[in-house]
């Protein structure tokens, strides 16, 4: 079973991408900062990442910045799902850090989340 | 009659025409420089080997040093690093090729601060003619709009990206005849998103009010304590569920009635009494204390809950501004509730203050001045 991390403060966004994740038979782990996002992709290894950039205690930049230091976050696919425009600074450090998508989740349909993850995990 | 030839001499004295003449250049030229000092612009000659040649009032103050340092010297000379600048070249450009220009550039001091400026350069038979605004102020309101723009867009997004997911949820997978209960579920949650997104609007609109200074105050007579009590009802639900209890305390003589905006002073206690019951600990508790002392009405608000930390409470009042602990304890706040309380008691005459122990509670200290009809009528008269 592939394992999804969803790093997400917002908790709405994260009981509805579990419960679909879920649903479409991925194990799912998940976290409400970038800190506590970092040591658990450190210790859980998941196949895919989804990644929200604004939270509290570390963002998304800097957790992605951090993972990929090492041969298991060089290699892990993540999927950057963020409100932010795409002209804001943080999300120009974001692509810097080559994630495998970047998707605007108010610009896109929960059903093309789920196609690019079944993609990226098929 | 001889025919003789006669050589007729005719001398002007023109000692006191030239005189005359120098004197109004004089005078002109007077006039001139009064003009220049005392403009708002900057304006400065430079000769064409970047020595100031002349130097207004406007341009030492937004050059930051005094005009016997700069007077004479080269740009070279009096702002070390000028020549890499884009400022410079523009200069030589004009200078040299003889050209018009206009820019607007951010300078660096030599202590390190840094300012906006718009140029108009111009060649004169001296060298060049630079007038200059300080346009520093007008940058960093135009930042701040873009800024606000930026926050209040993906503020705004946010619930509605939610209910937007939600719905297709609910419909793609037909969760109302096949799971009911997620469907109920679902709905519950995008109602409480719809509301967020509601509440959201209201401030923005409030805010953008204050920003214009288009706030309308409607004043009445108004008691304050029968409102706080109604106040207190309608959140009772709310601080039941998280087992808060809210005390209110009437100190001092009896609390007069206050001329003020109902309405606004409901939003800002509501806000204030929202804040500590989201952001306080399970069975913590919360004290209002009412205290008119001499003209001053003294409402305070003490919580027990997760305190405000000492760089955090600096920037609490401030637009959008959230604590890393409030957003990680509440998730749904707009960061504007405080902001707008502060806009309002202020435009009252008040002031609000907050003494906070990281991890203690906090305690919000609001004052009014109690106001009659009769004091406010002839105010307005």
């Known amino acids: ?122 | 009659m001889t025919n003789k030839t006669h050589i007729l001499s005719h001398t002007i004295d023109t000692s006191k025409h030239e005189n005359h003449q120098g004197t109004v250049e004089r005078n002109i030229e007077r006039k001139l420089e009064a003009i220049f000092d005392n403009m708002v612009e900057g304006c400065q000659i430079i000769g064409f080997d970047y020595r100031y040649l002349y130097l207004n009032k406007a341009i030492i103050k937004q050059g930051r040093k005094t005009k016997k340092q700069l007077m004479g010297n080269t740009m070279m000379e009096c702002y070390p690093g000028i020549e890499k600048t884009e400022v410079f070249a523009n200069i030589k450009t004009c200078m040299e090729k003889r050209l018009h220009i206009n820019m607007e550039s951010e300078f660096e001091f030599p202590d390190g601060n840094k300012g906006w400026f718009e140029l108009r350069m111009e060649p004169v038979p001296d060298g060049t003619l630079i007038f200059s605004v300080d346009i520093t102020g007008r940058k960093a309101a135009d930042k701040a709009k873009s800024e606000f723009i930026s926050v209040a867009s993906h503020a705004l997004r946010t619930p509605l990206g939610i209910s937007k997911w939600y719905l297709e949820a609910i419909r793609g997978e037909d969760y109302i005849r096949t799971a009911p209960k997620i469907a109920k579920n679902y709905l519950s949650e995008i109602y409480r998103n719809n509301e967020r997104l509601l509440a959201l609007v209201r401030n923005l609109l409030s805010i953008s009010r204050i920003d214009q200074n288009k706030i309308k105050d409607h004043p009445e007579l108004v008691n304050i304590v029968e409102l706080i009590k109604k106040i207190i009802k309608q959140m009772s639900l709310i601080a039941k569920k998280r087992d808060i209890m809210v005390e209110l305390k009437l100190k001092g003589p009896k609390v007069p009635k206050i001329f003020i905006d109902r309405l606004r002073l409901q939003e800002v206690i509501e806000n204030l009494l929202s804040n500590s019951i989201n952001y306080n600990v399970p069975h913590g508790k919360i004290e209002l204390i009412l205290e008119p002392i001499k003209d001053i009405l003294y409402l305070n608000i003490t919580d027990t809950g997760i305190g405000i930390e000492e760089e955090d409470r600096k920037k609490l009042f401030t637009k959008f501004f959230r604590a890393q602990k409030a957003i990680i304890t509440n998730t749904e706040g707009s960061g504007l509730g405080l902001y707008l309380a502060k806009s309002y008691i202020e435009g009252w005459g008040g002031k609000i203050s907050l003494k906070s122990t990281e991890g203690k509670g906090a305690s919000f200290m609001i004052e009014l001045p109690i106001r009659t009809k009769h004091k406010q009528d002839k105010q307005l008269n």
């Open chain 1, 1 to 122: 079973m592939k394992k999804i991390l969803i790093v997400e403060d917002e908790l709405p966004y994260q009981k509805l991408l579990h419960d679909q994740l879920d649903v479409n038979g991925y194990e799912v782990i998940q976290a409400n900062d970038g800190k506590k996002g970092l040591s658990l992709a450190n210790k859980e290894h998941p196949d895919l990442i989804l990644l929200d950039v604004r939270m509290p205690e570390m963002d998304g930049m800097t957790m992605l910045h951090e993972l990929r230091k090492d041969s298991y976050g060089k290699s892990v696919k993540i999927i950057v799902l963020t409100n932010l425009e795409p002209n804001d600074e943080l999300i120009k450090k974001v692509i810097d850090n080559k994630p495998s998508y970047y998707l605007v989740k108010s610009d896109i349909k929960l059903t093309d989340l789920l196609d690019k993850i079944k993609e990226l995990l098929p």
